[in-house]
């Protein structure tokens, strides 16, 4: 079993960068694949981009494609989402997840952290 925990959210401005990080404990993470989830006010939690086991693979849902990439660094059991150019669209509670399929699922997560909360403001 792993736990995680996100961090780096805050309050931005758009067109300003954030770099997103999920820290995991209990378990190594490279037992896992990794996704990155938001969820905004009103509105279902939905895919941003995974990475595989030795973050050979990633996806990029359509909506931050081009402005955010998903990496991860064994080493330090850490899974990251580097925001670009963010967009008050982009305001979320993101959380990461763990689980055994590579996929944008989320069904398909076993093991999820507690939320960031980002805010992009215009």
């Known amino acids: 079993q792993v736990q995680l925990v996100e961090s780096g959210g805050g309050l931005v401005q758009a067109g300003d960068s954030l770099r997103l990080s999920c820290a995991g404990s209990?378990?190594?993470?490279?037992?896992?694949?990794m996704g990155w989830f938001r969820q905004a006010p009103g509105k279902e939690r939905e895919f941003v981009a995974f990475?595989?086991?030795?973050?050979?693979?990633?996806s990029i849902a359509n909506s931050v494609k081009g402005r955010f990439t998903i990496s991860r660094d064994n080493a330090k059991n850490t899974v990251y989402l580097q925001m670009n150019f963010l967009r008050p669209e982009d305001t979320a509670v993101y959380y990461c997840?763990?689980?055994?399929?590579?996929?944008?699922?989320?069904?398909?997560?076993?093991?999820w952290g507690p939320g960031t909360q980002v805010t992009v403001s215009s």
């Open positions: 997840a763990a689980g055994q399929r590579l996929t944008g699922r989320i069904n398909e997560y076993d093991y």
């Open positions: 209990g378990r190594t993470l490279s037992s896992y694949a």
């Open positions: 990475i595989s086991w030795r973050g050979s693979s990633t």
